[in-house]
């Protein structure tokens, strides 16, 4: 059936009632004829589409290796299938160690109960500390030598040095030197020892030897709160210097 082409004809909005040239006017999604500013295009959210399963098998897979663990003690009872007759397969268990490989004919019947008793770990001892090492002491070279008509010590080569000594340390005073002979090297907290009217020093003061021969030395591990010392010749006056501790 032929239909005209309807140029000068109008027609009725389906929404909002108006006259429309019909030629203008766009039908909907769901078949309403409507005037050009009436026309809305399908919510997409009405609009179904197909989803397809996401794929969950892997290609190719490397599964975790499941590790073997140590549960300790395991015992199983022992009952019997509904005839009285001990099950084939507590029979295998009974005769083989738990964990081993092993195959037993199809049966039916309760296994039992199940016991695992778990034991416990004992703590690794903690390894016990390593003492820590004694330091090497300080040694100082000593040597006599006469300057303007009076012997002195003189400490790796300085005459009567001034030292500066730290607590809690250890300084060796090698008299290992044939000059040394007759000048035993001692402390006091007074300036030339005994010869000035002091004492000797012996707060961790220890001695060896002979002076002037191998070996010979004074040593001291310098204790907390130690006051400033003085080396000096217990047999001649004048030869020694003084030692400020830190």
């Known amino acids: 059936m032929a239909y005209t082409s309807g140029k000068h004809a109008y027609g009725i909005c389906d929404i909002s009632g108006f006259r429309y040239k019909l030629n203008d006017m ?32 892997l290609y190719n897979p490397r599964p975790d290796v499941k590790s073997t663990i140590n549960l300790g003690q395991v015992r199983i009872s022992n009952p019997k299938n509904s005839d009285g007759v001990s099950s084939p397969i507590m029979n295998a268990l009974n005769s083989n160690t738990i964990g081993s490989m092993y195959s037993v004919p199809e049966s039916t019947g309760a296994v039992g109960e199940i016991t695992i008793s778990g034991v416990a770990a004992s703590p690794s001892p903690s390894p016990s500390p390593s ?66 009217g002091g004492s000797e020093y012996t707060t961790g003061v ?20 130690a006051p400033t010392l003085y080396y000096y010749c217990t047999n001649h006056s004048g030869m020694g210097g003084v030692i400020y501790t830190t």
């Open 26 to 57: 766009k039908k909907t999604w769901n078949g309403l004829l409507v005037g050009p500013d009436m026309y809305d295009p399908k919510q997409p959210q009405l609009i179904r589409t197909r989803k397809s399963a996401d794929p969950e098998a």
């Open 131 to 196: 003492p820590s090492p004694t330091p090497s002491p300080t040694t100082y070279t000593v040597t006599v030598a006469n300057y303007l008509g009076s012997n002195y010590f003189y400490i790796d080569g300085s005459r009567a040095a001034a030292l500066t000594v730290t607590e809690g340390q250890t300084y060796k005073f090698d008299q290992s030197d044939s000059s040394n002979s007759s000048h035993p090297l001692r402390l006091s907290t007074t300036s030339n020892g005994t010869h000035g």
């Open 206 to 225: 220890t001695t060896n030897g002979t002076p002037g021969s191998s070996g010979a030395y004074t040593q001291i591990e310098v204790a907390s709160g």
